[in-house]
């Protein structure tokens, strides 16, 4: 067991873990941040990113013990939902129909946060090519696509 | 009938956001996988490496010594209280079933079937005892293929003695729905034009993102199973029918359940040992699948060699259609299982005016993972072959391929017509929807760009796809099932419950997993019942809410589910409406109903539909005849399928040096009715458009010779992302074609996309490179496959054709060479 100690969601946590736990699972075993998702055991789908330092990673190619003394962002802390808040990103994907069963939502929204930070008037093209490592089933990722530039048009206005 | 309120639709049509999204896109979702109870146990499953093998021995001493393992078990240490796997659609009286045990004691019969279970306290516990259990087996042959099996030489299941489990025949001058079809094609050999083809359904994966999840909770009455299922209701009837518990001890739930395509249309080995396994121990138990496993053992889609005999006039009249299947259903067969390809039975002929027509399939098993449904079952492998056959009966006469379309197609003034596989098809307007599309897409401008292209021999050549595609869903008439001879009917149940306070609840038997019921019902409720969207409720999911219902699948939801949440609110209408009267101390034929408001006829009196609710809830005055309530259920049966159709135009640019694909437009005109809400329709059409357009390029689940999934993981199997798709041009008829068979005028639209958008793509395929020879790439098309049909066309020759390609067919056709890019048939993709 590592001891670690680290910020998730604006919250200071701390716990002994095992080392070859995995960011994924302490999130949603220990600290219960269950709107953060496995979807696959290969790191191929994306339904696991989050923020690590402002940066997104998929959490399951991050051990636990990596977080240790960084600041973690999870889908649950991206805006004050309980005071009724949305990212611009999630208002998006709402208004755009970005998403039908939502299992690669938090992921998919996640990946786009980080995307707009690092370019925030993308083509298609690039919102394509940057959400790439993001898989989904449902959406056939036209309205995906249109949620991210929709976000990305609502931020210039 | 009802006085239904007259005001204008408000709420049907417009595109209202989902009331599904808030907690989605939050993070505030309840997947099962989600769900912690105290004490709970973790199993994790041990799984047979062999194809087909007999289990000698099962060491478990070392995983029971594992930290924190609390039993581990294999199919010996349970009786019938483990249950079996059920078919619940028998094709025909004589098929060949295999017993199908949730863990079998004696013998595995594909790679990946559980042989032992793991409960410890934690997951990551259970998955280390798991791999200290010590299985020996003695191995099997394995049949591994269809052609392979239809060999009978390697058997699947020694004791059935054969591997061919049913023969389903459905031929038109047999039951008099059209003439003889051998007389139809022998007519063309000497005067017409006849087409034989064999194409190949490769292997698919439903590949949800949600990996199957199912959680146990024996304490208190009842059992409790929740599970990432699209058939609750289902499950809890099989469970009940199975392992012994009666079925008011039993309650499933659904909770959000995150993508299914037929992939959870499912009863599975997995969810019966969880069940065993909480009884057998008093504790609740959680097992979540990785997504090896998922890929590995939940069912796959396809997979069928379809022997297709085209006959037409010289012009290009169809004149007969002969179809037969050959059919994996893996090592056993699943709940639905050999139904799947059979609902394909009454597809072929499509759109056409075939008087003659011969279907066939014959289902084999084989040592590879069972296969069932997968979005559009059946209707995907029917749509592939029409419109792949249409293609090349254009080509053959030399017109362009809607223009043979346009000869053999139903015209709307013929509607309704009554099909050669004996289906009333009740509206539709294939021109319409063709002009429609036609314009949008840019038809001429993109035949004049391939056709200079082509003529300035251009390394990059243009491919115009083109599938004018119709299916049967809203699964299903329960007597035409009946008829079929499938397990259990296909009504859908709904009730509405008027609260005190004036909110409406629905409860409906219908379960969503991402198509955005609880928004589309509120939008019919509110408009059908007066009150406000936000007041409208929608539960479903959970049997001891939804008591009643038969889930969702086969598109049937809106079409079958919404018809019989109208009949409730109609129902309700009529009781409001008599207690009305009572108060306002007015006659029923006075009472105007609008907008959520019984008004009196000339006079400014009147009553809210809330008021009312009130007042059956205090009880305090209502009419001697009445019981103090306003609540209603209804059940409906269809009394037909109904019919969405569409045109959908696909370009394609193929790189004719490397082989590479490429989408450049993709158009359709879809057809569904009256739509409830467009932007969630848009969500489903494009969603579908990428599952079978990755069918066309893309996707393949392939065993290898000895029963191993190579595709076994999302490196290998290849799920589309956004970097391989487009944006879509998704368009609908001016005047849609309104459904006649239920009062909302709808059609489903939930497997449309994927039904259409395969032959589309292929058929652009083969039209970029066809004047190079090519009539034919196998699926997926990759570039590789592509490259060798340009390099073999180059060559001067076709691609060899395998000796058992096409059995039946005449010797020395004319179109009977093959020019398919097939690496080799026989092995790839079985
Ligand atoms: S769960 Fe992390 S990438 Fe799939
Ligand atoms: S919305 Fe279902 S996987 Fe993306």
Redesign the pocket.
């Known amino acids: 067991m590592t001891k670690i100690e680290l910020t998730v969601d604006g919250a200071a946590v701390s716990d002994d873990v095992e080392p070859r736990m995995l960011l994924v699972q302490y999130l949603r075993e220990k600290l219960g941040k269950t709107g953060t998702v496995i979807g696959c055991d290969t790191s191929n789908c994306g339904a696991c990113t989050v923020h690590l330092d402002g940066t997104s990673v998929k959490s399951c190619n991050v051990l636990a013990v990596q977080a240790n003394g960084r600041t973690v962002t999870t889908i649950e802390g991206l805006a004050d939902t309980a005071e009724g808040d949305l990212h611009p990103v999630q208002a998006s994907f709402r208004e755009c129909h970005g ?7 938090p992921g ?1 929204i996640m990946q786009a946060v980080d995307l707009l930070g690092e370019n925030p008037d993308p083509t298609e093209e690039e919102v394509r090519l940057g959400m790439e490592g993001n ?5 056939g990722y036209h309205n ?1 696509v249109k949620s991210v530039l929709h976000a990305a048009e609502g931020a210039k206005a | 009938m009802t006085a239904t309120q007259d005001r204008p639709a408000a709420e049907i049509g417009k595109d209202r956001r989902r009331k599904e999204d808030q907690r989605l896109i939050t993070g505030r979702t309840r997947w099962t996988d989600n769900i912690t109870l105290p004490g709970m146990l973790h199993l994790a499953m041990v799984r047979s490496p062999f194809a087909h093998a007999s289990i000698t021995s099962v060491d478990v001493e070392a995983a029971k010594a594992s930290p924190n393992v609390v039993a581990v078990l294999s199919g010996k240490d349970f009786g019938a209280e483990l249950g079996v796997c059920i078919n619940a659609w028998p094709i025909t009286p004589d098929q060949k079933t295999p017993n199908h045990s949730p863990m079998p004691a004696d013998r595995v019969a594909f790679a990946g079937e559980i042989v032992a279970v793991v409960v410890a306290r934690s997951a990551a516990e259970a998955r280390d005892a798991a791999e200290l259990v010590d299985v020996e087996y003695d191995e099997l042959p394995a049949v591994i293929g269809i052609k392979n099996a239809l060999k009978d030489e390697v058997l699947a299941h020694p004791d059935l003695g054969t591997n061919k489990s049913a023969l389903w025949v459905f031929d038109s001058n047999e039951v008099g729905t059209g003439s003889d079809v051998e007389a139809a094609i022998e007519t063309a050999r000497t005067d017409g034009i006849v087409i034989e083809r064999e194409y190949r359904q490769q292997r698919l994966i439903p590949a ?3 990996p199957r999840s199912v959680v146990v909770d024996p304490t208190g009455e009842q059992i409790t199973m929740w599970s990432a299922t699209q058939i609750p209701h289902i499950l809890r009837f099989a469970l009940a029918a199975t392992t012994g518990v009666p079925e008011s001890k039993i309650r499933v739930i659904a909770p959000d359940v ?2 299914g395509f037929g992939g959870k249309l499912q009863t599975t080995p997995e969810e019966w040992i969880a069940w065993a396994v909480a009884r057998r121990l008093s504790k609740p138990v959680k097992y979540t699948e990785t997504r090896s496993e998922s890929l590995m053992a939940a069912h796959h889609g396809r997979d069928q060699v379809q022997t297709l005999t085209l006959a037409a006039d010289k012009d290009g009249k169809v004149t007969g259609l002969k179809v037969h299947l050959d059919a994996d259903l893996g090592a056993y067969i699943a709940v639905v299982g050999g139904g799947v390809p059979v609902l394909g039975a009454f597809m072929f002929n499509a759109i056409y005016k075939f008087p003659s027509y011969r279907f066939e399939c014959q289902t084999v098993l084989t040592n590879t993972t069972f296969t069932d449904a997968y979005r559009g079952a059946g209707r995907p492998e029917a749509t592939y072959a029409i419109e792949r056959l249409m293609d090349e009966l254009a080509a053959e006469v030399g017109v362009d391929p809607l223009e043979i379309r346009e000869r053999n197609w139903i015209t709307h003034e013929e509607f309704p017509f009554t099909t050669v596989a004996g289906l009333e098809y009740d509206t539709g307007n294939y021109e319409a929807a063709t002009a429609k599309a036609r314009e949008s897409f840019g038809y001429d401008a993109l035949r004049a760009e391939q056709k200079e292209r082509r003529d300035r021999g251009d390394r990059v050549q243009l491919g115009i796809g083109v599938s004018t595609f119709t299916e049967m869903c809203g699964l299903a008439p329960s007597r035409v099932l009946g008829s079929l001879d499938y397990g259990a009917g296909g009504w859908e149940h709904a009730s509405v419950r008027m609260l005190a306070t004036g909110k409406v609840e629905i409860v409906t038997g219908a379960s969503a997993h ?1 198509q955005g019921h609880e928004t589309a019902f509120s939008q019919i409720v509110a408009d059908r019942l007066g009150v406000p969207f936000e007041d409208v409720e929608v539960l479903h999911g959970d049997t001891q809410i939804a008591h009643k219902g038969l889930d969702t699948y086969g598109s049937r939801s809106l079409v079958v589910g919404g018809e019989a949440l109208v009949r409730a609110v109609d129902k309700v209408i009529d009781k409001a409406k008599h207690l009305a009267a009572h108060l306002l101390e007015a006659s029923e034929d006075d009472l105007e109903y609008k907008g959520g408001r019984f008004t009196v006829a000339g006079t400014d009196q009147g009553v809210a539909i809330q008021e009312l609710a009130t007042a059956a809830f205090a009880a305090h005055n209502y009419p001697e005849d009445m019981e103090p309530s306003l609540d209603a259920d209804a059940t409906y049966d269809p009394v037909n399928f109904n019919y969405p159709h569409g045109t959908h135009l696909c370009a394609m640019e193929v790189d004719t040096e490397t082989g590479a694909v490429k989408m450049r437009k993709y158009t359709c005109c879809d057809d569904i009715g009256v739509i409830i809400n467009p932007l969630i329709v848009a969500g489903q059409v494009h969603g579908g458009l990428v599952q079978g357009i990755a069918q066309a390029l893309w996707e393949e689940a392939v065993h290898d010779d000895a029963g191993t999934l190579v595709s076994g993981s999302f490196v290998d199997y290849l799920l589309p992302t956004s970097a391989d798709t487009i944006s879509f041009d998704v368009v609908h008829t001016d005047e849609p074609s309104v459904c006649t068979t239920n009062t909302l005028g709808t059609k489903g639209v939930g497997e449309a996309g994927t039904i259409a958008s395969t032959p589309a793509v292929v058929n652009a395929v083969v039209d970029a490179i066809r004047h190079l020879g090519i009539n034919d790439i196998q699926m997926p098309c990759t570039p590789e496959r592509v490259w060798r049909a340009i390099q073999g066309s180059k060559a001067g020759g076709a691609t060899e054709t395998p000796p058992d390609a096409m059995p039946h067919f005449a010797e020395g056709e004319a179109n009977q060479q093959s020019h398919e890019g097939a690496l080799d048939q026989d092995g790839a993709g079985q």
């Open positions: 998403l039908q069963c939502g299992f690669c939502t998919m898989l989904c089933r449902c959406t995906i | 949800f993102m949600e995150g993508g991402g």
